[in-house]
């Protein structure tokens, strides 16, 4: 064994090697975990901006003249899109999600429902805010 010079305290001939390791070693499985943490919520959070449902549930928040009295203008989406359940089936589909909105007036939380298949469709929205909860819109999917 080796003697530290000034402690007098024998070491195990490797010195801070070993916990240099560990913490090499401990990082890199961190970076990892979060990276994939980070991959799995962003199909989780983020996909769902790229569905029909999506685009066509922002495009008539942004037209209705009750969400502009709301919210004021311009409405933007929030940066997540909460995926409650989605489905693809043959020629049916069906989405739940929800999306924080906002605008210079007042915030709030877009819920969706949409559901189309061969023999109908519907759709379903409805916006909370804190003062006040509404219904947007019930009845066909309203986008081609």
Do not use: H, W
């Not at 990082?27 to 990892?32: E, K, P, T």
């Not at 909460?82 to 989405?95: G, I, K, M, Q, V």
């Not at 909105?101 to 007042?106: A, C, H, I, T």
């Not at 379903?124 to 909860?133: A, P, R, V």
């Amino acid at each position: 064994m080796i003697e530290q010079p000034l402690t007098g305290q024998e070491l195990n001939g490797y010195g801070k090697r070993p916990f240099i390791i560990a913490a090499v070693v401990i990082g890199f499985i961190a970076v990892i975990t979060a990276a994939l943490v980070a991959i799995i919520a962003g199909v989780f959070l983020y996909s769902v901006k790229y569905t029909d449902e999506y685009k066509c549930a922002i495009s008539q928040l942004k037209n209705d003249g009750q969400v502009k009295n709301i919210l004021g203008e311009p409405i933007e989406p929030g940066f997540f899109a909460f995926l409650s359940s989605s489905r693809t089936n043959n020629s049916e589909r069906s989405a739940y999600f929800q999306t924080s909105v906002s605008g210079p007036k007042d915030s709030g939380t877009l819920y969706v429902s949409s559901f189309r298949g061969r023999l109908g469709s519907n759709f379903q929205m409805s916006l909370n805010t804190k003062s006040e909860s509404r219904e947007i819109y019930n009845g066909l999917y309203p986008c081609k």
